[in-house]
């Protein structure tokens, strides 16, 4: 026979345990329900519970809950240019007649003549030039109005939305969902760092001081009685490749946990995360959807996927189907 006092504690443990589990579904219901009930999805939630849970022996601090992020092709479409290379274009042709060496330098010349993949071809390094080039002089405030100005004014042209519009809503949901457990979302980009960073904030959540990208060098000068930073006509670090954890160390000064690309150029960041002790997850959007975004991978001139999708069994990376793991693609989808 059970006693009062047993009969009460059993009664309280039960309202508790109801209570817990109803917290559970209306505070938290689905975290990401852009993503399909797929392999990936499973790994990510799993990985942060594991992760966030002060019972579990893989437990991490939270000022050790970093994870990091490529941002073309992996945030915001990059198909079939990379933004920051359409911007720069605009720039070029603007400059042009004041440049007629630029008919026969590259990789101006084929940026003028609309060879695209010969401009992607000369990697963010070819894209820090044009930039260098056609913005240097300028004062950071200058440079960054008219980042802002151009994105404001300017769609992607297959899906008539303005280019800070074509973010991924599964990865909007990631980000939050992360930011939630206690991580701190950073962007490691080969893109320009200053291209970036007007946008990170209202398109992602993520503060200009979380982002790491390729730079010019500026320096600082009075300009008309005034303190200003000035773009100067030199490449400053390339943050793509093997710059990738070096601008990571650099910057952050921690490994991530986590880490999320598109292409072969991340490959270093992802082995840089998963080299770490303790629990890492590393994945890769693989772009597979022809009709809701673009198809693409080892022939692309842009976003490369090759390497990585013979290596990633062997290494644990995991690897997004884009058509198959995620239900929804922009935040203006309906399916």
Same mark, same amino acid.
Not at 61 to 75: C, I, K, S, Y
Not at 109 to 131: F, P, Q, R
């Given at each position: 026979m059970i006693s009062y006092k047993r009969h009460g504690l059993m009664l309280a443990g039960m309202i508790l345990a109801c209570s817990f589990l109803m917290t559970a579904v209306v505070g938290g219901q689905d975290p990401l329900p852009s993503w399909n009930d797929t392999a990936p999805k499973k790994t990510i939630i799993d990985f942060v519970n594991a992760v966030t849970d002060p019972g579990s022996k893989s437990?991490?601090?939270? #000022?050790?809950?970093?994870? *990091?992020?490529?941002?073309? @092709?992996?945030?915001? $479409?990059e198909y079939p240019m990379y933004t920051q290379i359409?911007?720069?274009?605009?720039?070029?042709?603007?400059?042009?007649?004041?440049?007629?060496?630029?008919?026969?330098r590259q990789p101006f010349?084929?940026?003028? #003549?609309?060879?695209?993949? *010969?401009?992607?071809?000369? @990697?963010?390094?070819? $894209?820090?030039?044009?930039?260098m080039a056609t913005h240097a002089g300028m004062t950071a405030n200058q440079f960054g109005r008219e980042v802002s100005d151009w994105l404001a004014a300017n769609q992607q042209p297959r899906f008539k939305h303005l280019y800070t519009e074509c973010i991924y809503q599964p990865q909007l949901e990631l980000l939050e969902y992360l930011r939630a457990n206690g991580f701190k979302n950073f962007i490691v980009s080969g893109g320009g760092i200053q291209f970036m960073r007007p946008m990170t904030k209202k398109a992602y959540g993520i503060p200009p001081e979380q982002v790491i990208g390729s730079s010019v060098i500026s320096e600082f000068k009075i300009v008309d009685g005034q303190p200003e930073i000035i773009r100067m006509p030199k490449i400053g670090f390339i943050d793509d490749k093997a710059g990738k954890p070096v601008g990571i160390y650099e910057h952050i000064g921690r490994r991530p946990l986590l880490a999320f690309g598109n292409s072969d150029s991340d490959m270093q960041m992802i082995q840089y995360t998963k080299a770490g002790a303790?629990?890492?997850?590393?994945?890769?959007?693989?772009?597979?959807?022809?009709?809701?975004?673009?198809?693409?991978?080892?022939?692309?001139?842009?976003?490369?996927?090759?390497?990585?999708?013979?290596?990633?069994?062997?290494?644990?990376?995991?690897?997004?189907?884009?058509?198959?793991?995620?239900?929804?693609?922009?935040?203006?989808?309906?399916?």
């Open positions: 437990f991490v601090d939270p #000022e050790e809950r970093v994870a *990091t992020f490529d941002n073309d @092709g992996t945030l915001w $479409v359409l911007f720069a274009l605009d720039r070029v042709k603007k400059l042009a007649p004041q440049h007629p060496e630029w008919k026969t010349k084929a940026l003028l #003549e609309g060879d695209m993949k *010969t401009v992607a071809a000369s @990697g963010e390094k070819g $894209v820090m030039e044009i930039l303790g629990p890492r997850l590393g994945l890769y959007v693989h772009h597979t959807d022809a009709e809701r975004e673009y198809a693409y991978d080892r022939e692309s001139h842009v976003g490369k996927l090759d390497k990585v999708l013979d290596m990633a069994d062997a290494n644990g990376w995991i690897i997004v189907d884009m058509k198959k793991d995620w239900k929804r693609v922009f935040p203006w989808n309906k399916f």
